[in-house]
């Protein structure tokens, strides 16, 4: 099997600073974590940006830019920016900074789901911050829009300023629209998918969902055709990684979609999180790719080839 390709997503747009201590929101502390994870394994990280002040997501260029630039200089990790931003925001603002900084890669969602993320405010009596209630309430009528339209600008974009698309997969649906693409040459193999699983709207998280979503994607692009990796929100982060891994797929962790090290106790940063993604790998004898390996693995353009 291939080294194993270990992403971790440092802060996404789901979490809010309420649900953890630990979540990492200023520009700073998020390129902080982001290289305390590159030092723990992680070949790559995953980028979103947030409000220094409140911990709300933002596409601001100034907040990435700053994040972007600190974890260059300390660490040679692949840095993946987001496109997905917060489902509240078109693709526009989200996807802009590729244009801005032309990263090595970015994130491209591959179809419109409902995205749901109120179940905590049943057990939260006391906010952080005050935006957070409304926007988890928000979500019970949340459409994560990614129309055809939207994936023609995303394909424009990643095309223009050589950005490899780590593609997301939220459902079966979404394989088929990706085919689509692949057939109209708007995308060319290989391709690298990442299988989301436990969006509140998007497939579950049983291992066979797993099996499923893989065999179909072999079956539409062929086995040679593509890398994958395994994305588990909360408690699936771990319980469908040895799934993976078993399988050659690729890990993604972090407090982005998990904030808990082990049922009922919170990861103190996402170090932690690939620290014991690490631990689990070594027992399925994947080690580790280093930036190095991922950028040859995965045909990225390389380090210096970035606006940033």
């Known amino acids: 099997m291939q080294p194993l390709i270990l992403t971790a997503a440092i802060t996404g747009a789901a979490t809010v600073p309420t649900l953890t201590p630990y979540l990492p929101h200023t520009p700073q502390e998020i390129a ?22 409140d911990g709300a997501p933002s596409a601001h260029p100034d907040h990435f830019r700053e994040i972007l630039v600190s974890i260059k200089e300390r660490c040679d990790a692949v840095i993946n920016i987001t496109t997905g931003g917060s489902p509240t925001m078109p693709v526009q603002e989200r996807a802009a900074n590729v244009g801005v900084f032309a990263p090595e890669m970015c994130s491209f969602n591959l179809g419109s789901i409902n995205f749901a993320l109120h179940p905590p405010l049943k057990k939260i009596k006391k906010w952080r911050y005050e935006w957070e209630p409304e926007y988890l309430e928000m979500s019970k009528d949340f459409v994560f829009k990614n129309t055809f339209y939207d994936f023609e600008h995303l394909c424009n974009l990643v095309r223009e300023y050589n950005c490899k698309p780590e593609l997301e997969i939220y459902d079966v649906g979404h394989l088929y629209n990706l085919a689509y693409l692949v057939k109209e040459d708007m995308l060319r193999p290989p391709l690298h998918l990442q299988f989301v699983m436990g969006v509140l709207g998007g497939i579950g998280t ?13 079956t ?18 771990f319980n469908l990684a040895p799934v993976a891994l078993s399988l050659g797929g690729h890990v993604r962790v972090g407090l982005e979609d998990n904030i808990y090290i082990k049922p009922g106790q ?10 014991k993604a690490k631990c689990l790998a070594s027992e399925y004898n994947r080690p580790l790719a280093g930036p190095r390996q991922v950028r040859e693995m995965l045909g990225l353009k390389g380090i210096d080839q970035v606006s940033y």
């Open 266 to 275: 919170l990861a103190k940063s996402n170090a932690e999180l690939v620290e």
């Open 32 to 53: 902080d974590s982001a290289v305390e994870a590159a030092q723990a394994g992680a070949g790559i990280v995953h980028i979103h940006a947030r409000r220094p002040e």
């Open 206 to 218: 049983m291992p066979e969902d797993l099996t499923f979503l893989h065999r179909k994607a072999c």
């Open 220 to 237: 539409l692009f062929g086995e040679d055709k593509f890398t994958w990796s395994i994305c588990g929100v909360g408690s699936a982060q």
